[in-house]
């Protein structure tokens, strides 16, 4: 193999289409990783994505990207939602176990579980 790796074997296994194919999937790799950096370090200014879970899907979506004015703690979020608080058995932000009554701040990402049972 030489010095050139993985542009060169492709080339030479498939031609063009295969340096093309990796050059797609290589661009396709780094935009999806920028895109996942962005969102744990506040992609867009003032910006919070809440994630619901389980029953919370019921006719709303699972993912909300949320303006972070006028949101100051995770029970805004709630509210503007409709969910009632007794109903949230979860509550994370950025990953952490928190309270509905904790601050928020732009680029944080909630997750919000409703009470799960099962067996």
């Known amino acids: 193999m030489s010095k050139f790796g993985l542009q060169t074997v492709l080339s030479e296994a498939y031609g063009l289409e295969g340096v093309l194919f990796a050059g797609w999937l290589f661009g396709s790799l780094c935009l999806h990783s920028e895109k996942r950096m962005r969102g744990f370090a506040g992609q867009e200014a003032g910006m919070i994505e809440v994630r619901l879970f389980a029953t919370f899907r019921e006719g709303r979506k699972k993912i ?3 303006d972070a004015e006028g ?3 995770a029970s805004d979020v709630l509210d503007l939602l409709q969910i009632p608080r007794e109903e ?3 509550y994370l932000i950025n990953g952490r ?3 509905v009554e904790d601050k928020i701040q732009d680029g944080d990402v ?3 579980f409703p009470p799960v049972g099962g067996g």
């Open 110 to 112: 909630l997750a919000i």
């Open 97 to 99: 176990h928190s309270s």
């Open 88 to 90: 949230v058995a979860i």
């Open 71 to 73: 949101l100051e703690k």
């Open 64 to 66: 909300y990207q949320m």
